[in-house]
Each structure stands twice: as structure tokens, then as C-alpha cells.
Nanobody
């Protein structure tokens, strides 16, 4: 059983940056592909970024060039660096280990981008 705890969300103005963190416990973090999803009010949960156990990354088109996913296996932590934030990035951001079907989820952290 893997437990995931996200942190780093908050209220920022358009154009500003945030870094989300997700720390895992209870499992072998290094073997898991890790994902960041987000869910805005009234919308489905969408994939934002992914990183494999080998460090290969993939991004949603809407965040390419602005967001960067990374991981530190020594700290059991995955990060999401979010730059040039836009109001449409406002959502609850969720960390996932192992994929959306059978993987593990964190509790989510709210990101609000507003002037």
C-alpha cells in the first residue's frame, strides 16, 4: 500500500509559478510511474504530466513548455514545477502512483490562479 501526500498548492496571480510536491511512503517509489492529474469544478479529472521510473516524461498539450515534472527517488518525491500559470490551470491537482486504474492517489492540493 502506497500513501501519497501532495503539498505546494495555493493562490497565485496569472503569470506566476508554483511547485507541487508529492511524497510517497509504504512502497518502492522508484519502480512506479508517477502522474499528476487535475480536476476543475464540474469537469473530469485529466492527466497533466507523467514520468516513468526511468525518468521519461510526457505532458498534456495545454501545459507543454510551462510545466515540468521531475522525481527524486532518494526522497520518494515527485514534483510539478508550474510556470506562467493561467486562470484555466485552476483545479485540484492529484498525484498518482502506478496509473489511474489500479494505482494510488493522493488527497489533492488546490491551485487557484486569479488576479
Amino acid at each position: 500500500q502506497v500513501q501519497l501526500v501532495e503539498s505546494g498548492g495555493g493562490l497565485v496571480q496569472p503569470g506566476e509559478s508554483l511547485r507541487l510536491s508529492c511524497t510517497a511512503s509504504g512502497g518502492r517509489f522508484s519502480i512506479y510511474a508517477m502522474f499528476w492529474y487535475r480536476q476543475a469544478p464540474g469537469k473530469q479529472r485529466d492527466l497533466v504530466a507523467a514520468i516513468t521510473s526511468l525518468g521519461n516524461t510526457n505532458y498534456a498539450d495545454s501545459v507543454k513548455g510551462r510545466f515540468t515534472i521531475s522525481r527524486d527517488n532518494t526522497k520518494n518525491t515527485v514534483y510539478l514545477q508550474m510556470n506562467s500559470l493561467k486562470p484555466e490551470d485552476t483545479a485540484v491537482y492529484y498525484c498518482n502512483a502506478g496509473g489511474p486504474t489500479k494505482g494510488y492517489w493522493g488527497q489533492g492540493t488546490q491551485v487557484t490562479v486569479s488576479s
